[in-house]
């Protein structure tokens, strides 16, 4: 097999904001040498039409996930800290958006 190179750069993940304020979500990936050009890469690409103010361009491989094998137990519920669900007082009467 011939040897290639990698032409395109490192994968790059891109996260919009459509409004001031609001969550980023995540639009895609670019590929980029640097975050200069992964940024311009990502304004051309998620923000021609005026979709986003806000752009992050994070590197692929700084993201950390929960793997599958693992997801079950670190989702779990904690069902011993009695004191992260409010049971253990009552509301007082007359109390509004408790």
């Known amino acids: 097999m011939?040897?290639?190179t990698n032409t395109q750069g490192p994968l790059w993940e891109?996260?919009?904001?459509?409004?001031?304020?609001?969550?980023?979500?995540h639009a895609g990936s670019v590929h980029a040498f640097?975050?200069?050009?992964?940024?311009?890469n990502a304004r051309d690409l998620y923000t021609r039409r005026g979709e986003a103010t806000g752009l992050w361009v994070v590197p692929a491989e700084?993201?950390?996930?929960?793997?599958?094998?693992?997801?079950?137990p670190f989702f779990d519920p904690s069902d011993d800290k009695i004191?992260?669900?409010?049971?253990?007082y009552?509301?007082?009467?007359?109390?509004?958006?408790i």
């Open 2 to 4: 011939p040897h290639t």
């Open 14 to 25: 891109v996260f919009t904001q459509k409004k001031s304020g609001q969550p980023f979500t």
């Open 34 to 40: 640097d975050k200069e050009m992964a940024i311009e």
């Open 62 to 72: 700084a993201i950390v996930a929960v793997q599958p094998d693992e997801a079950a």
């Open 83 to 88: 004191y992260r669900y409010p049971t253990f």
């Open 90 to 97: 009552e509301v007082p009467e007359g109390a509004k958006n």
